[in-house]
Protein backbone atom coordinates (compact mmCIF):
# COMPACT_ATOMS: atom_id res chain seq x y z
CA UNK A 1 0.00 0.00 0.00
CA UNK A 2 1.27 3.21 -1.09
CA UNK A 3 2.22 5.66 2.00
CA UNK A 4 -0.25 8.27 1.47
CA UNK A 5 -3.25 10.06 2.95
CA UNK A 6 -6.69 10.91 1.35
CA UNK A 7 -8.33 13.92 2.93
CA UNK A 8 -11.72 15.10 2.85
CA UNK A 9 -13.12 17.74 5.19
CA UNK A 10 -15.65 18.56 7.65
CA UNK A 11 -18.00 21.40 8.48
CA UNK A 12 -16.76 23.67 10.99
CA UNK A 13 -20.52 24.88 11.45
CA UNK A 14 -22.39 21.23 11.77
CA UNK A 15 -19.63 18.74 11.77
CA UNK A 16 -20.58 17.12 8.08
CA UNK A 17 -18.22 15.40 6.66
CA UNK A 18 -17.31 15.62 2.99
CA UNK A 19 -15.33 13.89 0.61
CA UNK A 20 -14.53 14.92 -2.22
CA UNK A 21 -14.63 18.61 -0.51
CA UNK A 22 -16.57 20.64 -2.06
CA UNK A 23 -16.82 24.81 -1.71
CA UNK A 24 -20.18 25.06 0.33
CA UNK A 25 -21.51 22.49 2.36
CA UNK A 26 -24.95 20.83 1.66
CA UNK A 27 -26.37 20.14 4.88
CA UNK A 28 -26.05 24.20 6.25
CA UNK A 29 -24.37 26.21 3.39
CA UNK A 30 -21.12 26.62 5.52
CA UNK A 31 -17.82 27.99 4.26
CA UNK A 32 -15.26 26.99 6.55
CA UNK A 33 -14.05 23.30 6.78
CA UNK A 34 -11.07 21.70 8.40
CA UNK A 35 -9.05 18.55 7.08
CA UNK A 36 -9.91 15.20 8.15
CA UNK A 37 -8.41 11.98 7.20
CA UNK A 38 -10.48 9.69 4.76
CA UNK A 39 -9.73 6.09 6.33
CA UNK A 40 -11.41 2.49 8.14
CA UNK A 41 -14.18 0.72 6.58
CA UNK A 42 -17.53 0.94 5.36
CA UNK A 43 -19.96 -0.38 3.32
CA UNK A 44 -20.97 -0.36 -0.30
CA UNK A 45 -23.84 1.68 -1.09
CA UNK A 46 -23.49 1.14 -4.72
CA UNK A 47 -21.15 0.81 -7.50
CA UNK A 48 -20.48 1.41 -11.12
CA UNK A 49 -18.57 1.52 -14.07
CA UNK A 50 -17.31 3.99 -16.22
CA UNK A 51 -15.47 3.13 -19.97
CA UNK A 52 -15.57 7.14 -21.14
CA UNK A 53 -12.27 7.74 -19.39
CA UNK A 54 -9.94 10.28 -20.26
CA UNK A 55 -7.03 9.29 -21.97
CA UNK A 56 -4.58 10.01 -19.40
CA UNK A 57 -6.39 6.97 -17.51
CA UNK A 58 -4.11 4.02 -17.40
CA UNK A 59 -7.28 1.99 -16.99
CA UNK A 60 -9.31 -0.03 -19.42
CA UNK A 61 -12.72 1.43 -17.05
CA UNK A 62 -12.78 2.72 -13.85
CA UNK A 63 -14.63 1.05 -11.37
CA UNK A 64 -16.57 3.59 -9.05
CA UNK A 65 -18.42 3.16 -5.59
CA UNK A 66 -20.26 5.07 -2.85
CA UNK A 67 -18.86 3.78 0.28
CA UNK A 68 -20.58 4.58 3.21
CA UNK A 69 -18.03 4.74 6.25
CA UNK A 70 -18.32 3.95 9.66
CA UNK A 71 -18.03 7.77 10.50
CA UNK A 72 -21.22 8.05 8.61
CA UNK A 73 -19.21 9.90 5.76
CA UNK A 74 -20.10 8.52 1.80
CA UNK A 75 -17.18 8.78 0.00
CA UNK A 76 -16.09 8.48 -3.97
CA UNK A 77 -13.56 5.71 -5.03
CA UNK A 78 -12.38 3.62 -7.05
CA UNK A 79 -13.63 -0.15 -6.33
CA UNK A 80 -10.62 -2.68 -6.43
CA UNK A 81 -12.90 -5.83 -6.85
CA UNK A 82 -13.52 -7.94 -9.19
CA UNK A 83 -17.10 -9.23 -7.49
CA UNK A 84 -18.24 -5.91 -6.56
CA UNK A 85 -21.64 -6.17 -3.87
CA UNK A 86 -23.67 -3.64 -2.64
CA UNK A 87 -23.50 -4.22 1.19
CA UNK A 88 -19.92 -5.62 0.68
CA UNK A 89 -17.59 -4.43 3.10
CA UNK A 90 -14.19 -2.64 1.93
CA UNK A 91 -11.33 -1.08 3.58
CA UNK A 92 -9.83 2.63 2.42
CA UNK A 93 -6.73 2.50 0.64
CA UNK A 94 -4.81 5.44 -1.69
CA UNK A 95 -3.38 4.53 -4.66
CA UNK A 96 -2.44 6.39 -7.70
CA UNK A 97 -5.83 6.60 -9.74
CA UNK A 98 -4.25 8.18 -12.27
CA UNK A 99 -1.45 9.65 -14.10
CA UNK A 100 -0.72 12.55 -16.20
CA UNK A 101 2.69 12.13 -17.46
CA UNK A 102 5.55 12.08 -14.50
CA UNK A 103 2.59 13.17 -12.68
CA UNK A 104 1.30 10.75 -10.37
CA UNK A 105 -2.36 12.05 -9.07
CA UNK A 106 -3.66 10.27 -5.97
CA UNK A 107 -6.86 8.78 -4.93
CA UNK A 108 -9.25 7.26 -2.49
CA UNK A 109 -9.49 3.58 -3.28
CA UNK A 110 -11.88 0.72 -1.11
CA UNK A 111 -10.63 -3.47 -1.11
CA UNK A 112 -12.69 -6.09 -0.11
CA UNK A 113 -12.03 -6.51 3.39
ZN1 LIG B 1 -22.36 22.35 7.55
Sequence with gaps: ???KKVYGVRCKACGKELYPAHALCPECG???FEPIEIRGEGVVLTYTDVYAL????????????IVELES???ATGQLLDDDPKIGKRV??????VRERGEEKIYGLQFVPV
Design 1 to 3: MED
Design 30 to 32: GRE
Design 54 to 65: PLDYALRYLRLA
Design 72 to 74: GLR
Design 91 to 96: RVTVGV
